[in-house]
């Protein structure tokens, strides 16, 4: 890989992390960036790009902790679908070509952009308010369905599982603080998979987590200070750009 390239993967994961602490959704768009920049396949982009996700969520979740921004009753019913599903999702990845994985990696960016543009306006309260074990229960629901779309397609938890908590009626911040700490299981979950089939790219992912770290941190400063629309809007318009490329090229 040149060193040009190498400049540019570094500084499209310092974004990518500024994205995640700051929206949410943002880890979506390192995936497509490893395929078209270094020599690894899909596959191998989507585990090296999952295997990085375990160390932002852990700084995500110790940021958005110490902020208390966390609901641990909203988010540890999440982390027991995550953890199971991950797995489930990195094993249907192994049975399934480039294609298909590459028109679902599309959509799904796609999606994301589309609810950072124009979502945040779900439910006036949270789905099952005021009956807790429905509301456990979709909770478990949700986690497993974003521990699947990690495994799956190498994507953070947060760009799953953001946009159906808010449409819930979930609130904003509680539901970006639940993603950091469900992205943990479900990164580590899926990232097994991955491993085991030598699809992580550790020495390059080791380099990716630095950038990916301080971009996190930056992230999680905006979240907390300042209206993040506007960000929200860029990044809307980005994945939104980025997945249809991809869409088509997929076609």
Known sequence: MSLVAM???????????????????????????????TPLSLQASMGTALFT??????????????RGSIDWGMTLPMCAGGLVFGAVGAWANSRL???PLALVLASLIVLAGAYTLFGGRGRQQAAFAGRPRMQRALLVLIGALTGFGSGLTGVGGPAVSVPIMVLLGFPTLGAIGASQVIQILAALSGSAGYLARDLVDLRLAAGLVLFEIAGVWLGV????????????SFVGVLCVVVGSALLLRAL
């Open 7 to 37: 400049a540019c993967v570094a500084a499209i994961a310092l974004v990518v992390g500024l994205f995640i602490g700051a929206v949410g959704v943002g880890g979506i768009l390192l995936i497509p960036a490893l395929h078209a920049l």
């Open 53 to 66: 996700f375990v160390f932002t969520g852990i700084v995500g979740t110790a940021m958005f902790q110490r």
């Open 97 to 99: 070509d480039a294609q």
């Open 221 to 232: 400063q905006l979240a907390h200070r300042v209206d993040a629309r506007h960000l929200r």
